[in-house]
């Protein structure tokens, strides 16, 4: 990692610094490159390391535990990925803790921060993948709304879909095809959805979750994501199970 200090952004800060200050003058502005990397690992200064201790070992406590396992390395692309196809998986079996039956679930690849590695998942490893308030929610789509909805999608290149959604788009990001569960999408027809607060008011360039209806957006702390998600992995921990996902055809690029 390389931490540098430009030239503007320092002659920025020391005009600034100095604006109430008339009797100052600015003569001169350089920088310098801080490079720095693993050879501070290598050779730790020792009153830091000291002074943190007491910081760290309460940290450790929290973000250590372990909550379960992944089968493989998994990360969040576009059109689709094995995490995000994981997280939205997610939300659609949380459903059953709200009494809800959605039909499918939508998790942006926007919100999705951080990678997971093969093996162990732990509190801290979850805090990094999904590091907002973000809340779980439903709402009720009719199916046209669905079908902009995944023309938005399209547009961005893809988000995470639960099993089911089928999409095809094209590399100028228009909807080429959209099934649930083999079927098409019948524009009449009501669809419950489930996604998280921040989408359904419309962010993220899917504002087609405004027209939503019958809106249940619980806001208690305990219908954070990461929650969900953590609980998730113990619920699979507690059955002896590990957690894995793969790419399986929810969103086709056609090239």
């Known amino acids: ?124 490893d979850v805090l990094a993948v999904a590091p907002f308030e973000n809340k779980i929610a439903f709402t009720t789509l009719k199916g046209t709304d669905l079908l902009e909805l995944f023309k938005q999608i399209a547009h961005r290149g893809g988000e995470g879909v639960s099993r089911g959604v089928q999409l095809v788009i094209s590399e100028k990001g228009d909807l080429l095809s959209a099934r649930l569960n083999g079927q098409e999408i019948d524009p009449q027809a009501s669809y419950r959805v489930t996604t998280i607060d921040y989408l359904v008011q419309g962010n993220d360039g899917m504002p087609a979750f405004k027209n939503g209806t019958d809106l249940v957006a619980p806001q208690e702390d305990s219908n954070n994501s990461r929650f969900i998600i953590m609980n998730y992995f113990k619920a699979k921990e507690a059955k002896g199970e590990t957690v894995d996902s793969q790419v399986e055809g929810r969103i086709v690029l056609q090239k």
């Open 1 to 124: 990692m390389t931490i540098s200090l430009k030239g503007t952004g320092l002659a920025i800060f020391l005009l600034s610094a100095t604006a109430c200050t008339s009797h100052y003058t600015l003569t001169d502005v350089s920088r310098q490159r801080v490079v720095i990397d693993k050879r501070y690992d290598s050779n730790p200064d020792k009153s830091t390391t000291l002074f943190l201790a007491p910081y760290k070992q309460k940290v450790d406590a929290v973000m250590s535990p372990v909550l379960g396992h992944v089968a493989r390395d998994m990360v969040a692309n576009r059109p689709e990925s094995d995490l995000s196809n994981l997280l939205a998986d997610i939300l659609m079996w949380a459903a059953k803790d709200y009494n809800e039956k959605p039909v499918l679930a939508v998790y942006n690849v926007g919100g999705i921060r951080a990678a997971l590695t093969k093996g162990p998942v732990t509190y801290g």
